[in-house]
């Protein structure tokens, strides 16, 4: 099994950045995709930004050019840089790890507790 712990999260004025970061541990070899998924208060939870195991990414129209996800392979970690936040990015980010099958059925994933950001105007 895999376990998920964020850090990073804070209290950033709009046009700021900050760092989260995303610490995986047990079979992380089985992960196939890891990254970064948000949920703002009375909203449904949302895709960010994701990281393949092969390197390849994919961004939320809404935070592309101003975040940018990577990973540390050697530390088992993850990382979403987010830079000219905007109010609207306030929200509770959760990383998020999942396996998927060969033919794309998704066997398992797995939630961080996730980290509060909140933009200041």
């Known amino acids: 099994q895999v376990q998920l712990v964020e850090s990073g999260g804070g209290l950033v004025q709009a046009g700021g950045s900050l760092r989260l970061s995303c610490a995986a541990s047990?079979?992380?070899?089985?992960?196939?995709?890891i990254g970064w998924y948000r949920q703002a208060p009375g909203k449904q939870r949302e895709l960010v930004a994701t990281?393949?195991?092969?390197?390849?990414?994919n961004y939320a129209d809404s935070v592309k050019g101003r975040f940018t996800i990577s990973r540390d392979n050697a530390k088992n970690t993850v990382y979403l840089q987010m830079n000219r936040l905007k109010p609207e990015d306030t929200a509770v980010y959760y990383c998020?790890?999942?396996?998927?099958?060969?033919?794309?059925?998704?066997?398992?994933?797995?939630w961080g507790q996730g980290t509060q950001v909140t933009v200041s105007s």
């Open positions: 998020n790890a999942r396996r998927y099958r060969v033919d794309l059925v998704k066997l398992w994933d797995v």
């Open positions: 047990g079979s992380t070899s089985s992960i196939n995709v």
């Open positions: 990281i393949g195991s092969a390197g390849s990414t």
